[in-house]
């Protein structure tokens, strides 16, 4: 276990030193942070100057060491559309996209599982087939769409849920939160469903898949030779079988949530992470882009480090031989 925990560290640490890189070359050769700061105009002393105060004066893999031991502390220099900290610019939009992501995968789950369950068990019944044509929508229809029409429907024609925005928030400590109060949850109501509807297809077409295969192996043929309830082997045998796959793909796909939710963002104007990134993809704002780019690597990372322990503990052959099998 140790050494299979190790080996995941080490390859962690690989992929931010190579995203680290990606991130930097953004500022090598994106725009030149110094014209930015001081305009077209600026006199060759003053650029001469400011590059020595910024250290883009000096070698290429210096520069490069220099960022890496800024970023290991979250520093990425201020914002050249701003003037802010790009690092207090993140804390303030991470809850907001966190928030959504985390709302939008427990949507998935607790509705996608269900779904993908009974499309298993009742399959060629009319139920199935809706929900199968519904999943099919769910993985065609793009994301930018189904918000659209979200908000005609249900903001502009009846009324129901605000069109934009996060509403009311709670402040704890640098945390803040819209679950704490009503307004919070009447406005992020349309943008969860927006960014969970993929996922939910998604897991519901897997969990079917899977529950089918499941189904066909000999250790069930065996449960039912010995007489157990339908019951206990759709959901004592098979469905938790089912689960050590989709385990994996729900850890990586909420990744793919925080990631990804630029669109749902950008419609919604949901003040989170991935419209602070369209905004600085707009004004060309090199530290943020590179910040964000980070930051979501990192997201993956960790994730991806998580599920890999957790399939660890709960698949039992891959403990065999010390995991040399994964």
Not at 79 to 92: C, D, F, M, N, P
Not at 148 to 176: K, N
Not at 189 to 194: D, E, K, M, S, V
Not at 269 to 289: K, N, S, Y
Request: hydrophobic residues 60%; proline residues 4%.
């Amino acid at each position: 276990m140790f050494a299979f925990i190790l080996r995941r560290l080490l390859q962690a640490v690989v992929v931010m030193v190579a995203v680290a890189f990606i991130a930097f070359l953004l500022f090598q050769y994106v725009g030149d942070p110094v014209v930015f700061l001081l305009g077209q105009d600026a006199k060759p002393e003053d650029i001469r100057q400011l590059r020595s105060d910024l250290g883009l004066d000096q070698p290429f893999f210096v520069q490069f060491w220099h960022f890496l031991v800024n970023a290991v502390q979250g520093e990425f220099g201020l914002s050249l559309r701003q003037g802010a900290k790009v690092s207090r610019l993140i804390a303030e939009r991470f809850p907001a996209t966190l928030e959504l992501a985390f709302v939008a995968a427990f949507l998935a789950l607790a509705i996608g599982i269900p779904m993908g369950v009974y499309a298993a068990l009742r399959r060629g019944t009319v139920m199935s087939q809706v929900f199968m044509t519904l999943s099919l929508l769910g993985v065609s229809l793009p994301t930018f769409l189904i918000g659209i029409l979200l908000i005609l429907v249900f903001a502009v024609h009846l009324g129901w849920f605000p069109s934009f925005g996060r509403g009311e928030t709670v402040q704890l400590g640098w945390w803040t939160t819209g679950l704490l109060k009503a307004k919070g949850w009447h406005h992020i109501t349309l943008p969860a469903i927006t960014l969970a509807i993929f996922q939910l297809t998604l897991i519901m077409r897997l969990v079917r898949a899977e529950m089918l295969e499941v189904l066909r192996t000999d250790y069930v043929k065996f449960a039912r030779a010995r007489g157990l309830s339908d019951r206990a082997i759709h959901f004592g045998h098979a469905l938790k079988n089912t689960l050590v796959p989709v385990m994996t793909i729900t850890g990586l796909q909420l990744g793919g949530l925080i990631a990804f939710a630029i669109i749902t963002e950008t419609v919604f104007q949901w003040p989170g992470m991935g419209l602070l990134f369209i905004q600085a993809v707009t004004f060309a704002d090199i530290p943020v882009m590179a910040a964000y780019l980070c930051l979501i690597a990192l997201i993956f990372v960790v994730i991806n480090l998580v599920v890999d322990l957790l399939y660890f503990a709960v698949d039992p052959r891959l403990r065999v031989g010390g995991g040399r099998g994964h």
